[in-house]
Structures are given as structure tokens and as C-alpha cells.
């Protein structure tokens, strides 16, 4: 059988986008949020391809949890979103209230500090940081972030951004105020966005959507080899001031130590700004969509930047001359943008590679497809089904042997995989 399903408890199950399989392609994590939009779950779980179930962590004094993701190295370390512990009008969960916590062994810690009480800490947050993943070597971590500090200020200047986590060394603020708490990695901010983009110019809004970019980096156009780069989706504005939404690499520093070097502006911000990336951290514009029929990266399905593991090609979802949401590739040096797959209805879903960078995984046509991305040739790993597979996650195996997605059964999310040498 070449599709099984492995969950069948009467509750809805979460993938996130990616990463959700153990190193060694035996364990699936999940949460059990009722739905993507809804933070409730209490539990962090994994199940096996016998469809075994084990509860990895589970919060209390009215915490929740959720999107969780696993390292790419044994033995597993877990990370996830945690919801403030006794929330109360005050700090609740949001965007902006929330930490990623790693959990290894049935031990927890903090990943990220808080301190939101000024002077600011180096290396620590002030704020929420959220989908966080582990680097291809299990090293670092990358996440999306919105600050409280800037939302009490005014919510406008509370943009979403996207940073970094290294275990530089633990970060511990002076913990003036009781939301504020401690962290095992320093984190710093990497993308720069403003309230204000000049309409038609490479400035942002809003970062977001990051994907490591290869399994070791990827070469320049000198032959330099940049080790560590982070690709995400920035919002640009055309010059009518419409959202355009393009692909964005920052390059990164190579030495943890250097994850500490301010630039020209505070790292850990301001009580009127945000932090700001390290020296010698800048981002750059890969893509220029503003006059192609249908300018910027599709917004639906939501999906996130992801790079072939040779570091040559950063994928994404952009609509076709004809208005059709297609596979796209840009190198991460710059380039115009490669139309990958030519089907004849939108791709459904968010994508992964396969781990031999031939090949991408998706939804389209209401079933699991691998596209070539030499050839752009699609074939189905389901049978096409009246109702498609959702669209939050289609992750393939470290062993390439399967994908995992979810479907709805009887009104509840669970969790299947495919083998990836089916054929239909």
C-alpha cells in the first residue's frame, strides 16, 4: 500500500512545514491544535510509522503549545512555540508573547531570553519568536518574530522580521519584570524592515517565510563559498503602492561570536526601535516581479522559501502568465527566476525537497505529486481524491522513502504518508 494513514484518534493533528521527521525518518512530531489559527494544544507528540504514539511535552498553569519541529541529528532535540505560563489580560498569547523552548530528553529550556524593560539585553528578544527550525547541521536556528516593546509603542512598528538563534552563550537579563525570563541561545534579528517602504524601491515591511539555504551553504559568483544564508519573503511596494511580496537572502555570519557585533545601529533596539542586525549583516533582493502580469509570490497557499540542498536554487509559488500558482526557482545568487512546473491548476500546498535535490513534493490536481525539477514532469504518490490533502504540510523523509501531509477523516486532521516510488 503505498499510502497509510498513522493517526486515528478523534482530534485534529498539526505538521508544520517542515522538519517534523526524526534524523532517522522512524518518528513524525505533531501538536494537536483544533486548527492552524487556534493556539491550544497542550501536548507536543510524535508517532511512528507503526502509528505508536508518544507525548513529548505538556504544558501547564494554562500554557499552550505548538508548531514543532525537530532537529536534523539523534538523538532528537524538539523545538516549539510555548504560550506564556498564567496569562491574564495583560500577556496573553500573541505574536507578540510567545518563546520557542527546546525540549531534549524530557528537559525543557527556554531558547529565547525576554527582557523588555530598558536598557535591552544583547541576545536576548523582546518579544515573540515563533516556527522556529533548526539548521541543516542542527547548529543554529532560524525564526519569525514580532516585538512587544514596538507594539506597545504604536502596533504599526511591530513588524514581522526574521532572526536567528546560535548557542553563542546563555542569555540572562536582569529580569525586572515578571514576564521577562532567560534563554540558552543568543538572538539577534536579521532581516530590516520598515513602516514605511519607498513605493517601488527594495525596502520591506514585513519578513517572513525563511528557509535555510542549502545543506552547506551555497557558492557565490567569485567561487566563495557563503556558509550560512537565510532566503525569506519580503513585502515590497510597487509604485502605485501595492503589495508585492519577493524573494530575499541575507547572508550570515560564519563564527558564532560574530552573531555579537553590532553594527550601526543597537542590536538589542531601542524603547522607540527595533533590534537590529549584527555588523556586516545585510539583506538583498533576489526577485523583481512588478511588471509580470501577476506580480509577487502566490499568498495562497501560504508557503515558505525553501533551498535544494546543493544551495542552487531557492524554490517558491508565483502565478503563471495565465493566473495558475506554479513552482519557481531563483538561484541565491541572483538571476531570473526559473519556472519549474507547467500544471494545468494551482499547486495546493506549501512544498519540500526531496532529499536527492531532484525532486519537490506538493499538493496539486487533490493529490501528493513529486515534480522533477529538471524536467518539471510531475507524478502522483496518491490517488487523485475529491477532497485534496491539506495544505500546511508536505514534508518528505531524511531517507527520501516517504512524504508525510494530512487529510481530513471523518472530521478530524490526521496524519498519513506516502512512499515516494508510488506511481498513479
Not at 544551495?311 to 495558475?324: E, N, Q, S, T, W
Amino acid at each position: 500500500m503505498t499510502e497509510k494513514q498513522l493517526t486515528f484518534a478523534k482530534r485534529n493533528h498539526q505538521l508544520t512545514n517542515i522538519n517534523i521527521w526524526t534524523a532517522d525518518s522512524h518518528w513524525l512530531v505533531y501538536d494537536v491544535r483544533p486548527d492552524a489559527a487556534t493556539f491550544s494544544s497542550l501536548t507536543i507528540e510524535r508517532v511512528n510509522l507503526s502509528g505508536q504514539t508518544e507525548i513529548l511535552y505538556q504544558a501547564k498553569d494554562g500554557a499552550h503549545v505548538g508548531v514543532v519541529t525537530v532537529s536534523p541529528d539523534l538523538p532528537p532535540r524538539y523545538v516549539c512555540i510555548h504560550g506564556p505560563e498564567h496569562p491574564d489580560n495583560h500577556w496573553r498569547y500573541d505574536f507578540h508573547h510567545r518563546r520557542g523552548v527546546i525540549i531534549q530528553n524530557g528537559l525543557v529550556e527556554n531558547m529565547d531570553a525576554c527582557d523588555i524593560t530598558p536598557p535591552f539585553t544583547p541576545g536576548a528578544l523582546r518579544g515573540g519568536s515563533h516556527v522556529h527550525v533548526f539548521s541543516p547541521d542542527g547548529s543554529r536556528l532560524s525564526f519569525t518574530y514580532n516585538d512587544h516593546v514596538m507594539h506597545e509603542l504604536d502596533s504599526k512598528e511591530d513588524l514581522r522580521n526574521v532572526g536567528v538563534a546560535v548557542p553563542l552563550h546563555p542569555v540572562c537579563p536582569p529580569l525586572h519584570h515578571p514576564r521577562e525570563y532567560a534563554g540558552s541561545h543568543f538572538c539577534v534579528l536579521v532581516s530590516q524592515t520598515t513602516s514605511t517602504p519607498v513605493p517601488g524601491s527594495d525596502e520591506i515591511n514585513r519578513a517572513y517565510e525563511e528557509g535555510w539555504v542549502g545543506t552547506d551553504g551555497y557558492l557565490k559568483s567569485d567561487g566563495h563559498r557563503q556558509r550560512w544564508a537565510l532566503a525569506f519573503i519580503g513585502d515590497t511596494l510597487s509604485e502605485k503602492g501595492e503589495k508585492v511580496p519577493e524573494v530575499f537572502i541575507v547572508d550570515l555570519p560564519e563564527k558564532m561570536a560574530d552573531y555579537a557585533l553590532e553594527g550601526d545601529k543597537p542590536l538589542a533596539g531601542t524603547a522607540s526601535s527595533l533590534p537590529a542586525p549584527p555588523q556586516h549583516v545585510a539583506q538583498r533582493r533576489l526577485t523583481f516581479t512588478h511588471d509580470q502580469a501577476f506580480p509577487g509570490l502566490a499568498t495562497t497557499p501560504r508557503h515558505w522559501l525553501r533551498c535544494s540542498p546543493d544551495g542552487r536554487a531557492i524554490a517558491f509559488l508565483m502565478k503563471d502568465d495565465g493566473g495558475v500558482v506554479q513552482l519557481w526557482t531563483v538561484p541565491p545568487v541572483g538571476g531570473k527566476p526559473r519556472q519549474i512546473s507547467h500544471a494545468a491548476s494551482d499547486i495546493q500546498s506549501a512544498f519540500s525537497w526531496h532529499p536527492d535535490g531532484q525532486s519537490v513534493a506538493f499538493i496539486n490536481d487533490n493529490s501528493v505529486m513529486l515534480c522533477e525539477t529538471g524536467s518539471g514532469q510531475m507524478r502522483r504518490l496518491t490517488a487523485r481524491t475529491d477532497e485534496a490533502p491539506l495544505a500546511e504540510a508536505v514534508v518528505c523523509s531524511p531517507d527520501g522513502l516517504h512524504v508525510a501531509y494530512l487529510r481530513n477523516v471523518d472530521g478530524f486532521q490526521q496524519i498519513f504518508i506516502a512512499e515516494t516510488n508510488a506511481l498513479y
